[in-house]
T-cell receptor, first 116, second 112 residues
Framework: EPEVTQTPSHQVTQMGQEVILRCVPI?????FYWYRQILGQKVEFLVS????????KSEIFDDQFSVERPDGSNFTLKIRSTKLEDSAMYFCASSEELARPKNIQYFGAGTRLSVL | GEDVEQSLFLSVREGDSSVINCTYTDSSSTYLYWYKQEPGAGLQLLTY?????DMKQDQRLTVLLNKKDKHLSLRIADTQTGDSAIYFCAETVSGGYNKLIFGAGTRLAVHP
């Protein structure tokens, strides 16, 4: 069964460093998403991406964050200068379309980011 | 604004039924979902229901939707120890790009 894959599973970084979290969405999917889950809190929407541009973003997704689809398979989330409060589990998701029934979002296993 | 609320914890005996409840605020919700998260793992889609449905059954899972009260429930029949996990209710709203709004998750503990 096709799945969303995320690498690495765990990333440890120093405060102020740049990190890139990588995702390979399901191959025929066109819509891509990033969410994060701070330990013990809700899963929160960060950004959606379609046709090589951001379609919607949350207040969390400030100038420190960026997303990119550098090639036909990868979808990346970059945090330019990490802060302690960026420590969280980051989930990538993808869906085939916007219209039902093909708009179901499938999630990767997540990348746990630890900022020291 | 959009918000999804769930009770945080449920404990059941193996073999019993579990019922996990969720309330949402956005009346324009088009889809409501249940995701399962096992320790250290990602979000596994369990089931979903369109907002124009009242009920959906899928093997041991039954989803009930009360649109008037904006209440969603997930019933797991014959609960097993492997069902122990956190269960997230989520909604999407009409328009936009289908961002998901999640509840805080209900931790289901199944004991012998």
């Amino acid at each position: 069964e096709p799945e969303v894959t995320q690498t690495p599973s765990h990333q440890v970084t120093q405060m102020g460093q740049e990190v890139i979290l990588r995702c390979v969405p399901i191959s025929n999917h066109l819509y891509f998403y990033w969410y994060r889950q701070i330990l013990g809190q809700k899963v929160e929407f960060l950004v959606s991406f379609y046709n090589n541009e951001i379609s919607e973003k949350s207040e969390i997704f400030d100038d420190q964050f960026s997303v990119e689809r550098p090639d036909g398979s990868n979808f990346t989330l970059k945090i330019r200068s990490t802060k302690l409060e960026d420590s969280a589990m980051y989930f990538c998701a993808s869906s085939e379309e916007l219209a039902r029934p093909k708009n179901i979002q499938y999630f990767g296993a997540g990348t746990r980011l630890s900022v020291l | 604004g959009e918000d999804v609320e769930q009770s945080l914890f449920l404990s059941v005996r193996e073999g019993d039924s579990s019922v996990i409840n969720c309330t949402y605020t956005d009346s324009s919700s088009t889809y409501l979902y249940w995701y399962k998260q096992e320790p250290g793992a990602g979000l596994q889609l369990l089931t979903y229901i369109f907002s124009n449905m009242d009920m959906k059954q899928d093997q041991r899972l039954t989803v009930l939707l009360n649109k008037k009260d904006k209440h969603l429930s997930l019933r797991i029949a014959d609960t097993q120890t492997g069902d122990s996990a956190i269960y997230f209710c989520a909604e999407t709203v009409s328009g936009g790009y289908n961002k998901l709004i999640f509840g805080a998750g209900t931790r289901l503990a199944v004991h012998p």
